[in-house]
């Protein structure tokens, strides 16, 4: 009897299992997405995990007007345009020539989800809603500006939180050239990995004038006089002009950017040439002190151009 009994329960199991695998699969369920998202309707939606909510303002600016809660915070100033992943070229009008960097946007922003942008008046949110649709992003809203938002998960900042970025100059690589007829020159001043050198003479420095961040070392009257680098050619260079390498390393730091200035950029080239030949990476010849028009220029009995404010330096 236990037996039959066994027996009919397994065909019984087995008649369940085969019309379980013949069934057809069920469909999944479509989730049908608003038109819109704003600021009002946001709360519907936070917390979900098939979403993705960024915030595109600053840092400073979330710690010191708040933020809402299921945001995160990918600055659009001071991140995508700061490290050249998404700038602006003709203000805030995009083209598609505005995204530099692909693979760090699509990094940053999950294209399985779909993305509600917010920032401080959705302008930044417009302008990266259009980056993204431009890339094949189907499921991208602006939902506007954080005043607009009144909903339960709002935090307020201190209404005095400040942070500035170093500007980019200050940190990163300098460009790929870098001459004294640039406008953005002395952007580069102060920089504790450049180092400015004045191959003039140190007459020539007295008569005419020097760069503020400039340090001297004069071609002729020391590297040539002291042979450590001189000219056998002419100014063709060749390896054979560096006569005491030690002695050229020594003056110039391999770990900077080395900016070279001269009276005509001839000196200039010869030596970042002779560099080269040791290794260097970074040396930029800056050409002609003559076409230099920026604000560092120091002309024996005259005082730099200070600030306002500025009394550290009296040269009367």
């Not at 979403?51 to 659009?76: K, S, T, Y």
């Not at 506007?144 to 201190?158: C, K, M, Q, W």
């Not at 070392?217 to 006569?243: G, K, M, S, Y």
Request: aromatic share 12%.
């Amino acid at each position: 009897m236990k037996k039959r009994f066994i027996w009919a329960f397994s065909v019984l199991l087995l008649s369940f299992t085969l019309a379980a695998c013949g069934s057809e699969p069920s469909e999944p369920e479509t989730v049908e997405l608003p038109e819109t998202v704003s600021m009002d309707t946001v709360d519907e939606y936070l917390f979900n995990e098939d979403w993705q909510f960024v915030d595109l303002r600053n840092f400073d600016d979330q710690m010191a007007d708040g933020w809402v809660r299921g945001f995160e915070i990918i600055p659009f100033f001071d991140y995508l345009e700061y490290t050249d992943i998404l700038v602006r070229t003709n203000e805030w009008t995009y083209d598609g020539n505005q995204i530099l960097n692909e693979s760090a946007l699509r990094a940053l922003f999950d294209e399985d989800k779909t993305i509600v942008l917010m920032c401080a008046g959705g302008t930044r949110a417009g302008f990266v809603k259009e980056a993204l649709e431009d890339l094949g992003y189907e499921n991208v809203y602006n939902a506007g500006a954080l005043s607009a938002y009144d909903g339960d998960h709002r935090v307020f900042g201190d209404g005095v939180y400040a942070f500035d970025m170093p500007a980019p100059e200050t940190i990163g690589d300098l460009p790929e050239t870098l001459a004294l007829t640039d406008d953005n020159f002395d952007l580069y001043v102060g920089r504790e990995d450049v180092q400015f050198v004045d191959l003039r003479n140190f007459t020539d420095k007295m008569s005419v004038g020097w760069h503020s961040e400039s340090t001297v070392i004069p071609f002729f009257d020391f590297l040539e006089a002291n042979e450590i680098l001189v000219r056998n050619d002419d100014w063709n260079f060749n390896a054979d002009t560096i006569l005491d390498e030690e002695m050229l390393r020594s003056l110039f730091d391999e770990d900077k950017h080395i900016v070279l200035i001269c009276a005509g950029g001839v000196r200039a080239e010869f030596v970042k040439l002779a560099l080269e030949e040791l290794g260097y990476d970074n040396v930029y010849n800056a050409g002609g002190l003559g076409d230099y028009s920026g604000d560092q220029l120091i002309v024996p009995g005259e005082c730099p151009n200070l600030d306002d404010d500025d009394t550290s330096n009296d040269c009367g």
